[in-house]
């Protein structure tokens, strides 16, 4: 009867008609390396190389899934023919041999999937994975890199194509890493340097995170050789799914699992990008998957950034389909507790998770109080401080809301690890476009959390 009743309250997190939950499959987990042939790699020059870059900008064990999809893009981008040399990889790696692993060494994306961990050749680890590094590497600055994880950078050229792959968090205007936060500006100058100085010929970045569309909207131009795809729009939550009982975490993220099982069983020469963003766009149900830039790019051929120069299509890798049991990723926190107290059968454990569970909610009802007392002291009355709570407004004033964002998390809740935290950044946007004065924000969030 409680469990019942708490798999109801995990089904309270969600929007109507998307708590469907997990049929789980077995557990016996052939490496992807057994199921890949060789395939040739050898670039031709005329056309120039493929270069990829994957980052996932988590760590945790809750947040397994997103290192889980960049395992598992790693994988599609060897096994269609990138050279591992062409593939520079980012992640926390602290996944493979956590405590909380039952299946030590394997990591999975899906519950009948192969171990995605397998063979992968990660870069920079740890702390190496910041935001600078990420832009270092991408704008091919390896003076930057000396004496951090491998030192390889992105070392392409006019013709050459770089395909991107970002999964983490995110907030308007915001990537989240592990200890840092991306700001969309600064990705665009990266990008607006890399165009000046013809260091690609086409790029392709595949965005998961929450509100990931902001990173573009009305940022990337049309007309500088970049097509981008992300998970969400600038104003709504990406999802959490395949829920797994064993491991007791998500193991993928829709849009990305989406993408990347498209991309497994087609041949990817007789698919084009566009193609793949309205597979991808119907299947993600729910989000709304977005496209930015030169769209003129999604009439490429998907091969031509996630295979080699030589790509011959591999044996294709179909999974069964299972339920999402999709989950706001803000929300994933307290539907794991859920998930783990309705499996419970201690009553120690219980009691424990019902503490947390209760600990969880007393700490988002702090969230919304600090953050509705940062916009009361911030606004000129109570219409405005009404209509800043209310309302969502697009992101434009960025040179206001980057200090008032630094300022909160240095001030207030270190957002990179508070997913609630973090949702409510849409609120000190609005301060921004209302036009209060970045001082009286500062003061505000200054008043408000004082330690």
């Given at each position: ?13 969600l929007?109507?008609g ?47 899934r ?29 996944l493979?041999?956590n ?14 999937g ?27 600055k ?115 699992v ?59 890798a ?26 419970a ?19 988002r ?18 219409h ?48 921004c ?19």
């Amino acid at each position: 009867m409680i469990a019942s009743v708490l798999l109801v309250a995990i089904g309270l997190l969600l929007p109507a008609g998307k708590a469907d939950f997990l049929k789980f499959q077995s557990d016996q987990h052939l490496s992807w390396e057994e199921q890949r042939p060789d395939e040739p790699s050898s670039a031709s020059a005329d056309k120039g190389s493929h270069w990829a870059l994957i980052v996932a900008g988590s760590n945790g064990w809750y947040n397994y899934r997103h290192q889980a999809d960049a395992c598992h893009a790693y994988q599609i981008l060897k096994k269609n023919g990138i050279p591992e040399d062409h593939i520079i990889t980012m992640m926390y790696d602290d996944l493979a041999q956590n405590p909380e692993n039952p299946t030590k060494g394997i990591v999975i994306n899906h519950p009948s999937g192969a171990d995605v961990y397998h063979g992968v050749k990660i870069d920079y680890k740890g702390n190496d994975v910041t935001p600078k590094n990420f832009l270092a590497v991408l704008g091919g600055k390896s003076e930057q890199m000396n004496n951090i994880g491998t030192g390889r950078v992105i070392n392409s050229g006019p013709n050459d194509h770089i395909f991107v792959n970002f999964v983490d968090h995110g907030a308007p205007g915001i990537l989240a890493f592990p200890n840092d936060v991306l700001h969309a500006k600064d990705l665009m100058d990266t990008i607006q340097s890399m165009y000046a100085n013809k260091q690609y010929g086409q790029m392709v970045l595949y965005v998961e995170a929450c509100e990931s569309g902001s990173m573009f909207d009305k940022l990337l131009p049309p007309n500088i050789n970049v097509y981008a795809t992300t998970a969400a729009n600038p104003d709504e939550s990406s999802y959490a799914c395949y829920y797994d009982s064993k491991r007791q975490t998500y193991l993928g993220d829709v849009y990305s699992v989406n993408w990347m099982e498209d991309s497994d069983k087609e041949d990817l020469k007789l698919e084009t990008l566009h193609k793949q963003f309205e597979i991808v766009k119907e299947e993600t149900n729910t989000s709304h998957v977005m496209e930015y830039g030169d769209k003129k790019i999604g009439n490429e051929d998907v091969a031509d950034f996630q295979g080699g120069t030589a790509y011959q299509r591999p044996s294709p890798a179909i999974l069964p389909k299972v339920q999402y049991d999709a989950v706001p990723s803000e929300d994933v926190p307290l539907a794991i507790l859920y998930h783990r107290l309705a499996a419970a059968r201690d009553e120690v454990l219980k009691d424990k998770l019902h503490s947390d569970i209760k600990d969880l909610l007393k700490h988002r009802d702090d969230v919304l109080k600090t953050v509705k007392d940062i916009v009361g002291y911030s606004s000129r009355d109570l219409h405005q401080s009404n209509r800043i709570l209310m309302n969502r407004y697009a992101l434009t004033s960025f040179d206001c809301y980057e200090p008032v964002v630094d300022l909160f998390r240095e001030r207030c809740y270190d957002f990179v690890q508070n997913d609630f935290a973090r949702k409510q950044l849409k609120h000190l946007v609005n301060l921004c476009e209302e036009q209060v004065p970045v001082e009286t924000i500062m003061e505000a969030i200054a008043k408000v959390c004082k330690a």
